[in-house]
C-alpha cells in the first residue's frame, strides 16, 4: 500500500482502465465497502449494458479474473483500495473524494431519460401528423397549441433532468436541487 499521495500521473494510470473506475465507483455506492461477488456481478453488467440479474457465468468469470489478478492488487498498491484476497473484502480508502473527476458519473443516474425525450417527440410528431391530415379534434386552428404545449413538457423535462444530475445546484428562492 502506498503512503504517498497520487499524483495526477498515477492517478491517470489507475483510472486509465474501465474496470478500476467501475470498481472504485461501486465501492463508493456501497459506502466504501463491499465483497467480491456483488462487486463483480455490478461491474459485469455495466460492461454488458444490462442489469446485474442477467449476467452471464462466462460475463462474471471474465471480470472476476481481471479484478482478482491485476486490477484489485493495482488498486491496493496505490492506497486507493484495501483488499483481501482471503476474505474477499475490499474497503475503499478514506481519500476517496480526490477520484472523483475520473470516475464514471453516467453510472450513477440510472434513469433512463432517453426514453422520456423518445416518448415526448414520439407525441409530437403525432400530433402534427394529425394536424396536418386534420384528423380529429387537431385542426389548423389548435396545432399551434398543441405545439405549444409540448415544447414546454420539453422544457421541463430538460429542467428536471438538469436539476437531477447536479443535487448541489443553488436554485433561485431558496429550493434545493
Known sequence: MSDHELTQAELFDVFSNARRRRAVQYLKRQNGSCDLAPLVEQVAAWENDIDAEEVT?????????????????????????DWDPDDHTIDLLPHEDAFDPYLDHRLEDDRPWHRLYVSVTGLGVVALLLSWLSVGPLTVTVA??????????????????????????????????
Do not use: K, N
Open 57 to 81: 457465468r462466462t460475463q462474471r468469470r471474465r471480470v472476476y479474473i481481471s479484478l482478482y489478478q491485476t486490477h484489485l492488487p493495482m488498486l491496493e498498491e496505490h492506497g486507493i483500495v
Open 144 to 177: 399551434p397549441a398543441i405545439a405549444l404545449g409540448l415544447c414546454v413538457l420539453v422544457l421541463a423535462v430538460s429542467v428536471v433532468q438538469h436539476v437531477s444530475r447536479r443535487p448541489d445546484l443553488e436554485l433561485p428562492l431558496g429550493l434545493t436541487g
